[in-house]
């Protein structure tokens, strides 16, 4: 069965980028079949939708965080990625990645829910 | 931007009562929409998804329903481990995805 990893700093200095790395074992990110996302949670709040790519490379942001976001994938590595830049205090969260299937209807593929996901990984924003 | 507002807030039950949760959307999402599991310190677990499907292993107890604007996830007959907060998540036509911001049902 598909597992998802997230890896990466624990702590992020103000203004700088937070990297993120999800390992994927159990399956491939270069399956058609799915896109694969970043989702946050703040201390104490609901979920946020960051993005997701897929294996393609196309990719869809929040808006609310597009200017700052870029995901990409690395195939050869099985492992999909986040960077967040400029970061400041409210971008202090847990972070999860997921896979997305991807659905089709007369519009095309399009991506759905969040059927596996990463156990999640503590981001500080602090100096 | 399609905006999901979930009510109420906070549900306070007993074990063995029904639990009726609500997610509303500024528009029309059709079928599209996904219901979550949270207890703390764990990821999300996708509990429903296009509106009324149980996804694999989750228990009957659990249905949702609706179409449109209106959705609701019903919890039968609470057991003790239902306790968690719930999110509804929703994909717009033009391929963002958006949650709702949780109820939480917890011990009366």
């Known amino acids: 069965q598909v597992q998802l990893q997230e890896s990466g700093p624990g702590l992020v200095k103000p203004s700088e980028t937070l990297s993120l790395t999800c390992t994927v074992s159990g399956g491939s990110v270069s399956s058609g079949s799915y896109y694969w996302s970043w989702i946050r949670q703040p201390p104490g709040k609901g979920l946020e939708w960051i993005g997701y790519i897929y294996y393609s490379g196309s990719t869809n942001y929040n808006p609310s965080l597009k200017s700052r976001v870029t995901i990409s994938v690395d195939t050869s590595k099985n492992q999909f990625s986040l960077k967040l830049s400029s970061v400041t205090a409210a971008d202090t969260a847990v972070y999860y990645c997921a896979r997305v299937p991807a659905r089709y209807d007369s519009s095309g593929y399009y991506p759905s829910l969040m059927d596996v996901w990463g156990q999640g990984t503590t981001v500080t924003v602090s100096s | 931007e399609i905006v999901l507002t979930q009510s109420p807030a906070t549900l306070s039950l007993s074990p063995g009562e029904r639990a009726t949760l609500s997610c509303r959307a500024s528009q029309s999402v059709s079928s599209y929409l996904a219901w979550y599991q949270q207890k703390p310190g764990q990821a999300p677990r996708l509990l429903i998804y296009d509106a009324s499907n149980r996804a694999t292993g989750i228990p009957a107890r659990f249905s949702g329903s609706g179409s449109g604007t209106d959705f609701t996830l019903t919890i039968s007959s609470l057991e003790p481990e239902d306790f968690a907060v719930y999110y509804c998540?929703?994909?717009?036509?033009?391929?963002?995805?958006?949650f709702g911001g949780g109820t939480k049902v917890e011990i009366k």
């Open positions: 998540q929703q994909r717009s036509n033009w391929g963002s995805l958006t």
